[in-house]
């Protein structure tokens, strides 16, 4: 009986209106007592509060003194590479072609770049300085506390794409899974391969570069055996040249055990639920695919020191993360050609993110995910990514322990390609508040080759859950509108909503989905909170020569109650969206101009001067 109490909906999955919001604005965080409401005073004061806290992260006098001290990477037996053309390199999930890599027998700069850092770390902090010129790395770079570690203008850090590089560093030693490091994967705790630079605990740690010539090279599509590159590893028939049955993320792993041989004290019905989404049980090993067991093991509440993954699986890392940080800089570089998300900080506090250049388009390649963070400025950043550019999350299942992704703003940004410009999900369990984002150019550049599916979106569901509160947008400009073919949502048997009826995975310009991707969650216990938000002046256009500028501009689709799969009855009550206002907005000509919204399971939205399809809003609107 006692297990049964795994799969109980915690008290934070009952809590809705203001008794929760007062009870997770009061974790140890301070915030303005009008911070909270989300409807009273003006809540822009708080992004000005966040940004004067992020203050001491700029160029202070204190930064420059430290920065004297400089290390030259040339000092600690650095040396450059040499570039040749190999016949194959992916520069996209599905295109390719040859290129440049550093050349067979290059010498590899590990070693140099890890003795530098100490050096500096040792002294009290300063910069370590990487010159112009191309510089190999078989390894990750680690930064250490009081350490800036410095591209010049020209230098470019070309990444070994072999993965056994990536365990063969850490801090825990797993045997055949390699040398790994503490980490997280899509909103999971688990041991995986190192990110290419990475951090754990340290206070004050820079990465900085001069210009967008000061470049991270991940190489993530360049094969490492002839054939297969990280990007193969998503598993996708066509993405990186991909072949089905191969091993994958997606690929049932021999090496991933049956829960109950790990914990004899899950019932047959819980190990049914995690494994199959089914009490009663059901076939295959579908659930023993990396990117779902990870999931499962979390689910199953076992101990993070047993997600061991590595040598033998198919998880990429992402490619800068920093985990459990405070005082982190990210500044004036480009990364390029990342295993999975460009930028990962991790339950880090004090973060800023400026005048970068995020430029990946693989898989899952998102630009700026920070996770259980508290205090972000992201600031003046570019993205071309091959998914989402911004996505604030929280962890996932049961991996709540970092509390909530808070008190982030974002501003003065450009966003070319992804699949969402500002993403709040999908990983949000454990909430996400106070999230500001303004003066925002969604340019869709490349919006006849890899349009930007949608511009402000929510990703939660049944399994997701969290609360997401104080969500805050203004002045948007989308002069070349987002992608306008759907891509519609896949209820569940019993779902209210029929199939190929809701385009909510792209095509909406404002797009909150409660129900995001449901079939790919076997345990859907957990129903989402979302309230309290506003976005305000958000303008957009029809690119040259079209004249749909999306295919719907608003799409809320609250929680669907029907979803529930849990052990116990009766289902937890789930409340609609609630508390939206959407003003001064011209959203252009939607493609579906026979219905330009959509909506379900909504309280209280609010259009104000919204302007779809030449019709004007002016309306208080339920579903």
Same mark, same amino acid.
């Not at 991996?399 to 808070?406: I, L, S």
């Given at each position: ?116 850092? /100490? /050096? ?14 191309? +510089? ?48 997280? +994967? ?43 590159? +990280? ?36 019932? /047959? ?206 002045? =948007?400009?989308? #002069? ?42 076997? =345990?859907?216990?957990? !129903? !989402? ?13 029809? #690119? !040259? ?79």
């Amino acid at each position: 009986m006692a297990s049964l109490q795994r799969l109980v909906l915690t008290r934070r999955n009952l809590l809705a209106g203001a008794a929760a919001s007062g009870a997770l604005l009061g974790r140890g965080t301070w915030a303005p007592s009008w911070a909270a409401t989300g409807s009273s005073g003006d809540p822009w004061r708080l992004a000005d509060a966040i940004v004067d806290h992020l203050a001491w992260l700029g160029d202070t006098p204190e930064r420059r003194r430290r920065e004297l001290r400089q290390f030259y990477l040339t000092s600690f037996g650095a040396a450059q590479c040499q570039l040749v053309e190999v016949p194959l390199i992916y520069t996209s999930s599905t295109t390719s072609g040859s290129g440049l890599a550093p050349a067979p027998g290059s010498p590899d700069n590990y070693a140099a770049f890890a003795a530098a850092i /100490a /050096a500096c770390h040792r002294a009290g902090g300063g910069r370590v300085i990487v010159p112009a010129g191309d +510089w190999y790395c078989a390894g990750p770079i680690t930064l250490l506390s009081n350490v800036n570690f410095h591209l010049r203008s020209g230098a470019q850090i070309w990444f070994s794409p072999n993965p056994a590089d990536y365990a063969k560093y850490g801090p825990y030693d797993f045997g055949p899974n390699g040398k790994l490091v503490r980490s997280r +994967w899509q909103g999971n705790d688990c041991y995986n391969f190192s990110p290419m630079v990475y951090a754990y605990g340290q206070h004050n740690i820079a990465l900085t570069g001069e210009d967008q010539t000061s470049i991270l090279n991940g190489q993530a599509g360049t094969p490492y055996d002839g054939t297969n590159a +990280w990007w193969t590893w998503k598993g996708t028939v066509g993405t990186a040249g991909y072949v089905s049955g191969e091993p994958s993320e997606g690929t049932p792993n021999p090496l991933n055990l049956p829960l109950g041989q790990l914990d004899s004290s899950l019932s /047959a019905a819980e190990i049914n639920l995690i494994e199959y989404g089914d009490p009663a049980g059901g076939t295959g090993n579908a659930y023993t695919a990396d990117s779902a067991y990870l999931p499962a093991l979390s689910e199953a509440q076992i101990p993070v020191s047993q997600r061991v993954f590595g040598i033998g699986h198919q998880l990429p890392p992402t490619m800068i993360e920093f985990f459990g940080c405070t005082g982190v800089l990210l500044q004036g570089y480009q990364v390029i050609n990342t295993p999975f998300w460009q930028h990962h900080p991790i339950a880090c506090r004090d973060v800023v993110i400026r005048g970068v250049y995020a430029n990946s388009l693989g898989p899952n390649n998102d630009g700026f995910d920070p996770e259980a963070c508290n205090y972000v400025l992201v600031e003046g950043v570019t993205f071309n990514t091959g998914d989402d550019c911004i996505a604030i999350k929280s962890g996932k299942n049961n991996d709540t322990e970092f509390g909530p992704a808070q008190n982030h703003v974002i501003r003065n940004c450009t966003m070319n390609s992804g699949h969402g410009g500002i993403t709040l999900g999908s990983e949000l369990a454990a909430d996400i508040q106070n999230i500001f984002a303004e003066n925002l150019a969604m340019q869709n550049q490349n919006y006849a080759t890899n349009p930007l599916n949608i511009a402000i979106r929510i990703k939660t569901n049944l399994n997701r859950g969290g609360l997401t509160q104080n969500f805050h947008v203004r002045n =948007v400009s989308l #002069p070349n509108g987002i992608n306008t073919t759907p891509s519609f949502y896949k209820p569940l048997p019993g779902s209210p909503i029929p199939a190929n009826t809701v385009s909510t995975n792209q095509g909406g310009i404002i797009t909150f989905d409660c129900d995001y991707s449901p079939g790919s969650d076997n =345990v859907r216990v957990r !129903p !989402p909170v979302v309230k309290d938000i506003t976005i305000i002046n958000v303008n957009a256009a029809a #690119p !040259p020569g079209e004249t749909a500028s999306c295919y719907q501009a608003i799409i809320i689709q609250g929680p669907v109650a029907e979803d529930y799969d849990g052990l116990t009855l009766p289902p937890p009550t789930v409340v609609p969206v609630q508390n939206v206002t959407i003003a001064d907005c011209y959203f252009g000509t939607p493609a579906n101009a026979a219905q330009p919204y959509y909506l379900y399971n909504i309280q209280g939205l609010t259009l104000d001067n919204v302007t779809i399809g030449g019709t004007v809003y002016n309306s208080k609107l339920s579903a």
